[in-house]
């Protein structure tokens, strides 16, 4: 996958708190963290975004991390371990979760 610009603007726009205050949170506040991102991943499978473009995202995004933070490695390095583990339970709950999903939709749209 190609980096595009978008991806880039979207990453600088971006408040630096708010990646760390997210960074952090998932450390400390493991359990609402997992069912925030357990939500915005069923939120995925309801938009039908496909799993294979997750994982690419967090690479450029950690990427663009390297390119305008050097000499931060240690940082990075943390925050590159959590935005992974993101994409992981991203990418498992999208499928788990459009299975589920897609039968209740299913089951509702033969039911009419």
């Known amino acids: 996958m190609k980096k595009t610009g978008v991806l880039l ?8 708190g708010r990646r760390r205050k997210a960074a952090q949170f998932l450390m ?3 359990v609402r963290m997992t069912e925030l991102i357990s939500a915005l991943g069923l939120r995925h499978v309801g938009y ?8 690419p995202f967090a690479n450029c995004f950690i990427e663009v991390l ?3 933070a050097p000499g931060e490695d ?13 994409a992981k339970i991203l990418i498992r709950v999208i499928q788990e979760g459009s ?3 897609m039968k209740v939709l299913e089951f509702h749209n033969a039911s009419f």
Request: proline letters at 3%; hydrophobic letters at 35%; aromatic letters at 8%.
């Open 99 to 101: 299975t589920i999903v």
């Open 66 to 68: 390297r390119e305008n």
């Open 28 to 30: 400390h506040g493991t």
């Open 9 to 16: 603007k979207l990453f600088k726009r971006e408040k630096r």
């Open 74 to 86: 240690s940082a990075i390095e943390g925050f590159e371990w959590s935005i992974c583990l993101v």
């Open 48 to 55: 039908g975004i496909p799993t294979d473009l997750i994982q």
